[in-house]
């Protein structure tokens, strides 16, 4: 069989299957992919070239971890993947371009980066012609600095056949592609984009995360949609614990240890009508049932990846995540990891880093899922994920959607 990471690798014939197949690039640990497979997709294909993520995907495969047991997973560079390989009509085409050319922690080079992997991402779509496909990426990549670079995006996304001409600048060939955006009319092939920047937090997810969601239907398809609507928000998280005490009561917190004041508790007895939505996620909520790996050492050992990493400190801008908030952004960081944003604050003002295990729960990994590497580098694919929740609920309205038109 021929090895579709070859760049001579040879084509396949296209078939015609009734499930619903999706292709995952720049898989890292999982994330965006389990949550992908948790909607109902199954991956014809997987792919990333680093191989500590692969290594943890290979592991967890080999222990038979739903979903990721089924998955064909390819380690090598997507550059060199011929997508000729892949037989049957894809549904859907995911995955997160590497996103430390945009990063606000990065060096915010763009497209001069040669980490930018969106051109490969809109060869897959080129290439598989899915009926939708779901990009995502740091916020970073809607500062006002990226603004022409992500309409370059955006337009390339949504007119995939139109490419560049051999040495045409990307600027030459943004323009061409806004000349015929404009005429509305075309023949090429078509998708219809939609970009957003979603809150983890907003959908159950107990971390304050924004990543920025690039959604395209094929034009074919007709599919009217839009982003899923907000689930949980702060407002009702704060009347939970400030007006009904419920938040309190459930985790069974005294009264003379509640923290007392503050600008939540003043907002929460300013509203006057009960938050429709559900209550944010905290970090208390995500790991109350851990016993804490720095007070209780032996108990946390039977949790598996639940090891107390010293050398926490704080320093201005680098607090920690209160627990009765959702935690701040993980981040991977360029040198190792960040320890402001990968800390626990507790109520006494007290830090330590989270563990592995913490910071799996606040991507929502599945629990039983193990991650390959030392410390700093399993927190590095923890940092880059998506949480496999969110992944969930965007890829379910579009899997709803696709199968209702």
């Known amino acids: 069989m021929p090895d579709p990471c070859s760049k001579n690798a040879a084509g396949a014939n296209h078939g015609v299957s009734e499930m619903m197949r999706s292709v995952e690039l720049f898989v890292g640990a999982g994330g965006l992919g389990i949550g992908v497979s948790q909607a109902g997709f ?19 495969k080999e222990r038979g971890l739903d979903p990721v047991r089924d998955w ?15 037989a049957g009509d894809i549904d859907l085409v995911t995955g997160g371009p590497p996103c430390q050319p945009f990063s606000m922690g990065g060096r915010h080079r763009a497209f001069l980066d040669s980490r930018d992997m969106f051109p490969q991402a809109i060869r897959a779509v080129r290439a598989l012609r899915p009926k ?18 992500l309409e370059y995006i955006r337009l390339q996304l949504a007119y995939p056949d139109l490419v560049a001409n051999r040495g045409e600048e990307w600027l030459t060939h943004l323009a061409r592609l ?11 092939l078509q998708y219809r984009v939609l970009m957003r920047v979603l809150n983890a937090a907003n959908y159950g997810v107990p971390q304050r995360r924004e990543r920025v969601f690039l959604v395209g ?30 938040y309190w009561d459930l985790h069974q917190v005294a009264k003379k240890h509640r923290p007392q004041g503050g600008a939540g508790q003043a907002r929460a007895l300013a509203m006057r009508e009960r ?39 704080s320093y201005p801008g680098h607090t920690g995540s209160p627990l009765d908030e959702p935690a701040k952004t993980l981040k991977a960081g360029v040198h190792g ?14 830090i330590r880093y989270f563990t592995v295990r913490e910071s799996a729960r606040l991507q929502t ?24 929740e969110l992944g969930r609920i965007v890829a379910a309205g579009v899997r709803n959607k696709l199968l209702s038109d």
């Open 132 to 149: 939708a496909f779901i990009f995502e990426n740091v916020k970073g990549l809607t500062r006002s600095s990226f603004s022409n670079y």
């Open 217 to 246: 239907f094929r034009a074919d398809t007709e599919v009217e949609w839009h982003f899923p609507t907000p689930t949980h928000s702060r407002d009702a998280l704060l009347w939970s614990q400030w007006r009904e005490d419920i």
């Open 178 to 188: 806004e000349d015929h955006h404009t005429r509305g009319r075309t023949k090429v």
């Open 275 to 313: 938050p429709k939505e559900l209550p944010w996620r905290t970090v208390r909520d995500a790991i109350a049932d851990l016993p804490d790996p720095e007070l209780s050492p032996r108990r946390a050992h039977d949790f598996h990846d639940h090891r107390f990493q010293p050398g926490a400190r």
């Open 365 to 388: 990994f599945p629990d039983d899922m193990i991650f390959h590497g030392s410390w700093t580098e399993t927190m590095r694919q923890l940092g880059n994920a998506v949480p496999c």
């Open 337 to 350: 990891v960040p320890g402001g944003e990968n800390m626990l604050r507790r109520p006494d003002g007290s």
């Open 42 to 60: 199954k991956p014809a294909a997987v792919m990333d070239w680093d191989r500590w993520a692969c290594d943890t995907l290979r592991e967890n």
């Open 72 to 86: 064909p997973l390819h380690e090598c560079d997507v550059r060199d993947f011929d997508f000729g390989s892949i």
